[in-house]
C-alpha cells in the first residue's frame, strides 16, 4: 500500500546531521505531515525525496522504484510535485503563465522547435494551458488566471504555486509550509484544499508547523527531531507522546 518509501536517508552538511538514517512510509491516498522544530531536518528531507540534494546514504522508493538518484524534473515526470517554504512566483507573469511554466520541463520539444513553432510546440502549448486552467479551476482561483501573480493576496499566491504543481498531475504532492503568512481565514481554507487534493486522489507529504492545521487534516505524523525521526503515529497519539512533548513543545500540549 505504499507509495512512498523512505529507508535509511542520510544527509551531512559539514559535520552537521541535517537527516540521520530517517525511514518512514507514505500509504497511498494518505495525507502525511512531517513536524518537528525549526533545524529539525524538514525542507532537507523534503529537497532528497524531491531531487534538489543527493543522500549521503538510503534509498527512496516511489511507486516500486529508487529514486534517490534522480533529479529533479525526472522525479517530476514521475510523478512527485512540490511546493516551496518561500512562494517562486515569477514578477510580470499571469497566474496561469506561472503555472503553464512548471509544465514546460516536460516538454519534449527543444529550442529549435520553439523559434520554427512546429505543431508539436503548439500542441504541447495548448495541453499545458488546458491542464493549467484545470488546476486554477479545482483550487477555485480560475477568475485569477489573467492577474499578475506576485499581486495577488498571500493566500492566492499559494494557491497559485499549488496549482502550478497539480498541474503536473502528480500521485504524490509535497506542501512545504503552505500555511506559512497566512492568516486564519486563509489557513482554514487551506485545510480544505488539502482534502480536496486528497480526494482527487492523490497523496499528500506535507511539512507544516501550523499544528491545529496538521492534526485536522492529517491521517499520520512524522516527527523530526536534529534529524532523526523521533516519533511516527496517528495525530492523536502524537498529541500524546511524551518524548514529541518534551522535545518539540518543549512540554507544552501539542494543540497549543
Known amino acids: 500500500m505504499s507509495i512512498l518509501s523512505v529507508r535509511g ?20 491516498g494518505q495525507i502525511k505531515a512531517v513536524i518537528g522544530p525549526n533545524g529539525a531536518g524538514k525542507t532537507t528531507l523534503f529537497n532528497l525525496i ?30 512527485i510535485a512540490r511546493t516551496f517554504q518561500h512562494i517562486r512566483l515569477f514578477h510580470g507573469m499571469s497566474a496561469l503563465e506561472n503555472v503553464m511554466l512548471g509544465m514546460h520541463r516536460l516538454g519534449s520539444s527543444g529550442f529549435i522547435s520553439g523559434m520554427l513553432g512546429l505543431p508539436m510546440v503548439r500542441r504541447e502549448d495548448r495541453i499545458a494551458r488546458e491542464r493549467s486552467m484545470e488546476a486554477l479551476d479545482f483550487l477555485g482561483i480560475a477568475g485569477l488566471a489573467g492577474s499578475d501573480a506576485t499581486s495577488l493576496s498571500f493566500g492566492q499566491q499559494r494557491a497559485v504555486e499549488m496549482a502550478r504543481a497539480l498541474a503536473l498531475e502528480p500521485t504524490v504532492l509535497l506542501l512545504d509550509e503552505p500555511a506559512a503568512g497566512l492568516n486564519m481565514h486563509e489557513t482554514a481554507e487551506l485545510a480544505e484544499l488539502i ?11 506535507i511539512v507544516e508547523h501550523d499544528m491545529s492545521l496538521v492534526m485536522k487534516i492529517s491521517d499520520s505524523v512524522l516527527v523530526l527531531s536534529y534529524g532523526s525521526k523521533i516519533a511516527e503515529d ?6 500524546k507522546n511524551d518524548e514529541v512533548v518534551r522535545i518539540y513543545l518543549g512540554g507544552e500540549d501539542v494543540n497549543a
Request: with cysteine; net charge neutral; hydrophobic share 35%.
Open 9 to 28: 536517508l542520510s544527509r551531512r552538511f559539514g559535520g552537521l546531521k541535517a537527516v540521520d538514517d530517517v525511514s518512514f512510509d507514505v500509504l497511498r
Open 50 to 79: 524531491s531531487g534538489y540534494i543527493e543522500p549521503d546514504s538510503g534509498t527512496t522508493i516511489f511507486d516500486g522504484a529508487e529514486i534517490q538518484n534522480c533529479r529533479p524534473h525526472e522525479i517530476a515526470y514521475k510523478g
Open 195 to 205: 482534502v480536496k487534493i486528497k480526494e482527487k486522489g492523490i497523496t499528500v507529504l
Open 234 to 239: 496517528a495525530p492523536l497519539a502524537i498529541q
